[in-house]
């Protein structure tokens, strides 16, 4: 399983070169944060497929052509009645070490823990059949009826982005808890999430 970079040097370093070729990575973050930086670098970091089940396609593009890597990125409509099926028909036809992004998974989830596990199961067969990436990007305080806890079990990697605002800053610390082919983060990084993504090295203050 060759690594894939995900596109933020800090988090390859940690990973030895980046994710393990074949994996589905889950992305959980609150709604208002930054987090679609970071799927923006996913995105950007080779060839990709963009499926967006809320945003417009306009949106999606409109933060995405910042970067001249966009032209390799090619974004979806996945907002119909059958958002599974489009999904899986993209990830079919996945390139070889290309990274397919989903943003995000609440849509998805609310079509039931049975077909929304199976539809899991054949994301990553395709993935691992082109050794690629999936990113999805599963958004926190989800209705308690959404399958969440299946999307946590498939997944390989999960990517847990916590942010707290307080009177004087907005932190940002990425937990990694659990990683398939490689070791998990043994502390929280702490990231800065403005219009891009970066290492926060500012201390703490108790």
Known sequence: MEPLPTGISVLDREFGGGIPSGSVVVLKADPASQSELILDRFALVR????????????????????????????????????????????????????????????????RGREEYGEFLSDLRRHVDDADGLAVIHALKNASADRARVVTEQIADVVFDLRTTVTGTEIANRLVVPKFRGGAALEEPLKLKLTDSVSVDTSRDIA
Request: glycine share 6%; hydrophobic share 40%.
């Open 47 to 110: 060839e990709c497929q963009y499926l967006t089940t809320v945003r417009s396609v306009e949106s999606v593009e409109s933060s995405l052509t910042l970067d001249d890597a966009a032209d390799d990125t090619v974004v979806r409509d996945a907002t119909g009645d059958e958002p599974l099926a489009t999904v899986l028909d993209v990830a079919a036809g996945l390139p070889d070490g290309g990274t397919i992004v989903v943003d995000s998974a609440d849509p998805l989830e609310t």
